[in-house]
């Protein structure tokens, strides 16, 4: 495409974008991911995996997604998503066509996305955003999105015995903590974990989940210590301490994503390199509106959006 003027336009996405879709978001991740020298398969490890993900929005009912096509020939070369909540909204799977890269595809998506932010009562808008992509951020420092946490982002393979023998070797204490499914009682509790830490209720969306196989309370003494949605690229932790944010990791087994707030949580993060998890990139939470850091003494672990 060079540098000519690119004609294009905004719409809505449809089910028939599905598979234009993920091709772009797989090659997008990858070729920016082997880019900058990280493991190119972090985000999608395949066009299936990038089509199961888009697929997961569509069928959403607190998401939506638009597109940008190229005029001529007519095809997508962007795809943006956003999930609403009651307080805060969240810009996921955003993705531009590498042959498209400043154009202005990508701010236009992002300008679309806001405009329907703007219509709902949310009071800020969040996306998370990797460090190594300098062209990202400096786009969404200027439409008024501002970082406000650094974390950590750990994946790789690990086991129970692996993770229990690395909190025993930095001194974390996790005598008592036991781990087991979400019911459908623990809804209330782990909602109102949340809202103390970060000041906004996500019981819908908690409620969403409750299907899946991958949601997790930590007790003590049967009280819930705390939770996690999966240990997956977007599941997330919220915890009464450290430790029992690292019992649940230690519950967890296969390909493990950790993404640790190493400003907040410098436990966590020495249990993560004494589990000799890879550390993959570093990444920015970025908000435009109001935030609140994790309060009360609650531990947040961020999934990626």
Request: proline residues 4%.
């Amino acid at each position: 495409m060079g540098n000519s003027p690119l004609s294009f336009s905004i719409r809505e996405i449809r089910v028939d974008d599905l598979n234009a879709a993920a091709e772009l978001c797989f090659q997008a991740f990858w070729e920016h991911n082997v880019c900058v020298g990280i493991c190119p398969s972090v985000d999608f490890q395949d066009v299936e995996s990038a089509r199961l993900m888009i697929q997961q929005r569509l069928l959403d009912p607190l998401a939506d997604g638009i597109v940008a096509v190229n005029d001529r020939p007519r095809r997508v070369i962007a795809v943006g998503f956003i999930h609403y909540g009651r307080k805060v909204n969240s810009v996921t799977a955003v993705a531009v066509d590498p042959k498209a890269s400043g154009k202005g595809v990508g701010k236009a998506i992002m300008l679309a996305l806001l405009e329907k932010s703007r219509k709902t009562e949310a009071v800020s808008i969040r996306l998370t955003q990797s460090a190594t992509n300098i062209k990202s951020f400096a786009l969404y420092f200027s439409i008024g999105f501002m970082p406000v946490e650094c974390l950590c982002n750990f994946c790789g393979n690990l086991q129970p015995d692996q993770s229990a023998a690395a909190a025993l070797s930095v001194h974390l204490n996790l005598d008592g903590l036991k781990v087991r499914q979400m019911e459908e009682p623990d809804l209330k509790i782990c909602s109102d974990l949340f809202n103390k830490a970060l000041g906004y209720d996500r019981e819908r969306e908690l409620r969403a989940t409750l299907s899946s196989s991958q949601v997790w309370v930590v007790t003590k003494s049967g009280s819930i210590q705390g939770f996690a949605t999966g240990f997956n690229r977007t599941g997330y932790i919220i915890a009464t301490s450290e430790e029992a944010c690292v019992a649940l990791y230690c519950n967890a087994s296969g390909y493990v994503f950790a993404n640790v707030l190493c400003q907040l949580y410098p436990k966590i993060l020495k249990w993560a390199l004494a589990a000799k998890l890879p550390l993959i990139r570093n990444a920015w939470i970025m908000v435009r509106g109001e935030y609140q850091r994790p309060a009360n003494g609650l531990v947040w672990a961020p999934g990626l959006h």
